[in-house]
């Protein structure tokens, strides 16, 4: 029974899983991508960072008609700040150095923004895409569990890697090698996983204890024109000073000006306490007296606030720079390649001399995969042109790389998989 529910969750929900495993790999070293693709992104780490109100004059001269609507530092020193400017309809991401203050590029579509939209949502909108994926925490951690249960002792086979006795044992072997060693991030993804899906839907009250509520201003900006500069107008330096007084040692990550005029400007940032993401440190400033109206300090986290904010760097692995970055990169590789060599071998178990074993092997479940994934791509070319408005490269960019992972599951699984059941019959 477990090894049939462990299969039934690899084979028929087999497309949907390699792309959210996949697609959450790859957004682990999304910065890294930009980094190769964007040299305008690059930054070379200095130990002064500019005036945070330089860099605001030279975005109002570089975007007279717009608007900061979002500024978030990386998580890594070598690439630029990431400034959302907004014009109109159109959101532009400009790359401002935060050592010199200069303005070195903008992109309508970054390697980051895709891949985590594709792992977060996969393009589809109202949540449902939120939950489609988060659904994966649960099948992800039920597969882990009925694996262990039918694969017995092995906390023995850590070394177990079966040779010399045809390539359906070696494969199966090296199948179960990897999944044991990648136990740790099964569980650790899973639970993550799981969490987001509790807080979104606001399970036990997760989502209301963990998220500190915006304050409304007492007296807000009532002038609507004084409001659409006020992203360019407000004093960014004496603000960040401000929130430093209140958290000392605090390192300013990412600033939301206001969206309505009863709402006030938001700031986080870092401190010396570790694990945690930006927002563990939290500060809301009047956009017109600069007081601190109500602030979030990360050393004094209430346990599930503190939960929640430890999620997002355990599930991407940014919580220790580069290297742990590239861990989690390798083990998401592992884990999408179980899904894959799974697949194989399932196949080859259950249609011995079939060569229509792959349809068979996921039955009428094809449909519910192929059908959210044809809905993915369309509404994904959706937001392509009408949200982030991408340029011909992007879309090639995209479509490429789509082609290739499609030639490659073409070939694995219909042309070469076909080669090897003809050979066998051969031999038989």
């Known amino acids: 029974m477990f090894f049939q529910i462990h299969s039934w969750i690899g ?37 002064k960072l500019a005036s945070k109100n330089t860099i605001v004059q030279n975005i109002a001269k570089a975007y007279p008609d717009g608007k900061i609507e979002y500024w978030t530092a990386m998580e890594v020193p070598y690439l630029c700040d990431l400034i959302y400017i907004k014009r109109g309809d159109q959101r532009t991401y400009v790359f401002a150095n935060q050592y010199t203050g200069e303005i070195q590029g903008e992109a309508q579509l970054t390697f980051r923004r895709f891949f985590r939209d594709l792992h977060y ?78 807080e979104r839907t606001n399970t036990a009250d997760i989502s209301e204890t963990a998220n500190t509520a915006t304050p409304e201003l007492v007296c807000a900006q009532t002038d609507s024109a004084l409001f659409k500069t006020i992203s360019y107008d407000f004093d960014y330096n004496k603000a960040v000073k401000a929130a430093q007084e209140v958290i000392p040692g605090i390192q300013i990550k990412t600033i939301n000006p206001p969206t309505q005029m009863d709402r006030p400007f938001y700031l986080t940032g870092i401190s010396e306490v570790p694990l945690v993401r930006f927002r563990a440190n939290r500060v809301y400033i009047h956009p017109e007296t600069y007081e601190v109206l109500k602030l979030q300090d990360a050393e004094e986290l209430p346990t599930v606030t503190w939960l929640n904010d430890i999620a997002d760097p355990l599930h991407f692995g ?55 994934f044809t809905l993915m791509m369309i509404l994904m070319y959706g937001s392509a042109v009408y949200r982030y408005e991408a340029s011909l490269g992007t879309f090639i960019t995209i479509s490429l790389g789509w082609s290739i992972v499609g030639f490659l599951c073409w070939y694995i699984f219909s042309y070469k998989m076909q080669e090897v059941v003809r050979k066998e019959l051969r031999e038989v």
């Not at 070293?29 to 190769?36: H, V």
């Not at 199948?175 to 993550?192: A, C, D, E, N, Q």
């Not at 720079?321 to 071998?345: D, E």
Request: charged share 15%; proline share 2%; glycine share 8%.
């Open 318 to 372: 940014y919580w220790g720079g580069l290297l742990t970055k590239v861990i989690w990169f390798f083990a998401g590789l592992a884990i999408s390649a179980l899904i894959l060599s799974g697949i194989w071998i399932s196949m080859k178990r259950k249609v011995k001399g079939e060569l229509q074993q792959k349809q068979q092997a996921m039955g009428k479940w094809k449909y519910v995969n192929w059908g959210v």
């Open 121 to 198: 949502f996969l393009f589809i909108p109202f949540n449902i895409g939120h939950f489609t994926v988060l659904i994966f925490g649960f099948l992800l951690l039920l597969s882990l569990i009925t694996s262990l249960l039918f694969y017995k002792k092995w906390y023995r086979k850590l070394f177990d890697l079966k040779r010399g006795k045809g390539k359906v044992v070696f494969y199966r072997s090296l199948h179960r090698l990897i999944g044991v060693w990648s136990i740790p991030f099964m569980l650790l993804f899973s639970i993550t996983g799981i969490w987001y899906f509790l």
């Open 11 to 47: 084979i028929k929900l087999s497309i949907l899983f390699f792309i959210v495993c996949f697609s959450g790999t790859l957004a682990t070293l999304s910065s890294e991508m930009d980094w190769l693709v964007f040299p305008e992104y690059r930054a070379k780490v200095e130990e």
